[in-house]
């Protein structure tokens, strides 16, 4: 289906981002691969996707960054003619009360899970209307659609990124390019297993006690959600038969915004 097209995925060198990166690979996809990481995992990460027969290119831009990330996009341009599908993965998450939040750790929150963004927006959307064809697929979180306490920055930003998603599907409705938003709610990677540690030790209970515990707050189902579920309905967004969902933000979250 995306054979001959590019994807670049921000954050895809681990988690959620590495799960859309395989299901769009798995489309034919040549995949752009961002994200930190040991040079030995991203290494394993491009050899994994090249396996499916497409070509990759990684880019270490730092996503809080402007210039890096003009860097990332003009650099994918060079190399494959442009970005057909771009996925805005890359996320960081901090929890603490607003009063102790950390004024650097709000900025960086901002400037990763919601200004990156905008700038990949901005930067790849001219050539996708050029060619009339484009699926921007905005990784925000059930947190863009409901609060939980302790995560302000993360909320704002997710929140921001769902408005942003309605904003640029209104500014591309007549063309080829559609932008949507993903809204995962808890999904078993790092950045949930921290919050996982963290709560193990803070209620002095084991591991898979606090998972349950996780889950049990917020997640009628009981179970995560998989990278490989979020893949697949990213590899829908890019299919035919999405060519007129726009602007939705697509909560993937056991129930959790149904209560
Ligand atoms: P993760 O920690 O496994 O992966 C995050 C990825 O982003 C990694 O590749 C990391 O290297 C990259 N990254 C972090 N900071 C970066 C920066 N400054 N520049 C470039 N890359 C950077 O996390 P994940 O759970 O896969 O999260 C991916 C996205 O999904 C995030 O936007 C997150 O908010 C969102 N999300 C996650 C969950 C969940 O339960 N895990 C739920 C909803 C939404």
Redesign the pocket.
Known sequence: MLKGKTALV??????????IARALAKEGANIVV????EDRVIAGVEKELQALGVRTLYH??????PAEIEDLIRTAERTFGRVDVLV??????FVANIEEFPVERWD?II???LS?AFHTIRLALPKMKQANWGRIIN?????GLVASAQKSA?VAA?HGIVGLTKAVALETATTGVTCNAI??????????QKQIDDRAAREKIPSDAAKRALLGEKQPSLE??T?EQLGALAAFLCSPAANQIRGAAWNVDGGWYAQ
């Open positions: 921000t954050g895809s060198t681990s988690g959620i981002g590495l799960g961002n994200g930190f990481g270490g831009a730092d996503m809080g960054k805005n993965n890359a996320g960081i998450q960086a400037a990763i899970n990156s990784i925000a979180s059930v947190h993360y997710k809204c995962p709610g808890w999904v078993l990677t790092p950045l949930v995560f959600v990278p």
